[in-house]
T-cell receptor, first 114, second 110 residues
Framework: KAGVTQTPRYLIKTRGQQVTLSCSPISGHRSVSWYQQTPGQGLQFLFEYFSETQRNKGNFPGRFSGRQFSNSRSEMNVSTLELGDSALYLC?????????????FGSGTRLTVV | DAKTTQPNSMESNEEEPVHLPCNHSTISGTDYIHWYRQLPSQGPEYVIHGLTSNVNNRMASLAIAEDRKSSTLILHRATLRDAAVYYCILTNFGNEKLTFGTGTRLTIIP
């Protein structure tokens, strides 16, 4: 079966711009989470959605937002980009969150802010 | 969130068993122990999880101490493809997030 698909794979943006990243979960998975990975901070949790509702949010500024659609696909948006937002953004899906089957991660979107 | 402690790095010879330790002395009674690994240039991959009893699956085994303050991920026969960063994470159903630490970087020596 198809895995978690993230688009685009690579992105270069300028400071001050905004960006939208997309994630298509595994068919049937209703939970989608987003993580940011940087060399300095490692993997950090951004937020998690289940059935279009945000259930949990990490410690990121309000410039980071997300949403989930009725087909479970999710998008995350970062407004007013800063150089420090350069990172690998990973999406993960699961049936219903932290369950007995674990999260399946996508390969990520590498965002570079210049 | 309860914290886990892992060695920064470990080495093992190919085709030998590998034991990756994790300490979690502040674990609560409802915390599950999850292991993920991240291969180079890939997203993390679920390996195994458990609550109290030892667990086995096709990828690995998880041995959990009786007091649950530590656990060990066991790769029975390491291959070069097992070279990755391994993360031990405590989770709780209802707290839908994974809190990654720095993990253990496993190097497999041919």
């Amino acid at each position: 079966k198809a895995g978690v698909t993230q688009t685009p794979r690579y992105l270069i943006k300028t400071r001050g711009q905004q960006v939208t990243l997309s994630c298509s979960p595994i068919s049937g998975h209703r939970s989608v989470s987003w993580y940011q990975q940087t060399p300095g901070q490692g993997l950090q949790f951004l937020f998690e959605y289940f059935s279009e509702t945000q259930r949990n949010k990490g410690n990121f500024p309000g410039r980071f937002s997300g949403r989930q659609f009725s087909n479970s696909r999710s998008e995350m948006n970062v407004s007013t980009l800063e150089l420090g937002d350069s990172a690998l953004y990973l999406c993960a899906s699961s049936l219903q969150g932290v369950d007995n089957y674990g999260y399946t991660f996508g390969s990520g979107t590498r965002l570079t802010v210049v | 969130d309860a914290k886990t402690t892992q060695p920064n790095s470990m080495e093992s010879n190919e085709e030998e068993p590998v034991h990756l330790p994790c300490n979690h002395s502040t674990i609560s009674g409802t915390d599950y122990i999850h292991w993920y690994r991240q291969l180079p240039s890939q997203g993390p991959e679920y390996v195994i999880h458990g609550l109290t009893s030892n667990v086995n699956n096709r990828m690995a085994s998880l041995a959990i101490a009786e007091d649950r303050k530590s656990s060990t991920l066991i790769l029975h026969r390491a291959t070069l493809r097992d070279a990755a960063v391994y993360y031990c994470i405590l989770t709780n159903f209802g707290n839908e997030k994974l809190t990654f630490g720095t993990g253990t970087r496993l190097t497999i020596i041919p």
